[in-house]
């Protein structure tokens, strides 16, 4: 089954650009998602990605997919104090429920 | 169009004990997830119910059972408590099955701790 990997902390400065990267073991996973989890919160659907996809852009959201490696980040651009919270990374493939990381904690200072 | 639904928001149990949670899904959503949140594991998928039927179960001992209701409402049970059941149980809803969309969509999660 699927397998997903990210570090898990990141701290940027406010008006910077944040990367949150996320390994996936599975190839055959068909869409790849980022959620964010505010304190307190439950987790928000941020943007998602078919396997397809080499990049998909929303706003100040840009998710890459390097399908060859694995390899899927979340690149937020001006990162803002609201911005803090933990992101997760999750796949989906086959008849298995979606499976997450264990969330990138992401810090933001003013 | 009301959220995810989920109660209590908060409790407190002792070892042994047995805790019922409770989740409304959004209106229309057939699907309901649960999953099982701790600082060292991460998210950890419970089970899905759809239209009152178990489609998946995580590996997660007998203690943890869940069901829904025709309304689409959704229990899950923990019996016989452990310290390590201390965590946030969140529950999801989505249109389609859990294991056709990762668009899902989440309730604030009821926190359970176990003294």
């Known amino acids: 089954g699927e397998d997903v990997e990210q570090s898990l902390f990141l701290s940027v400065r406010e008006g910077d650009s944040s990367v949150i990267n996320c390994t996936y073991t599975d190839s055959s996973s068909t869409y790849l998602y980022w959620y964010k989890q505010e304190p307190g919160a439950g987790l928000q659907l941020l943007t998602y990605?078919?396997?397809?996809?080499d990049m998909k852009q929303d706003q100040r959201l840009t998710v890459l997919l390097n399908k060859k490696d694995k390899h899927l980040s979340l690149r937020i651009a001006d990162t803002q104090t609201g911005d803090s919270a933990i992101y997760f990374c999750a796949g989906i493939s086959g008849n298995t429920p979606l499976v997450f990381g264990k969330g990138t904690r992401l810090s933001v200072i003013a | 169009k009301a959220g995810v639904t989920q109660t209590p928001r908060y409790l407190i149990k002792t070892r042994g004990q047995q805790v019922t949670l409770s989740c409304s899904p959004i209106s229309g959503h057939r699907s309901v997830s649960w999953y099982q949140q701790t600082p060292g594991q991460g998210l950890q998928f419970l089970f899905e119910?759809?239209?009152?039927?178990?489609?998946n179960k995580g590996n997660f001992p007998g203690r943890f059972s869940g069901r829904q209701f025709s309304n689409s409402r959704s229990e899950m049970n923990v019996s016989t408590l452990e310290l390590g059941d201390s965590a946030l149980y969140l529950c999801?809803?989505?249109?389609?099955?859990?294991?056709?969309?990762?668009?899902?969509?989440f309730g604030e999660g009821s926190r359970l701790t176990v003294l």
């Open positions: 119910y759809f239209s009152e039927t178990q489609r």
């Open positions: 999801a809803s989505s249109l389609r099955p859990a294991t056709n969309t990762g668009e899902l969509f």
């Open positions: 990605i078919f396997s397809n996809m």
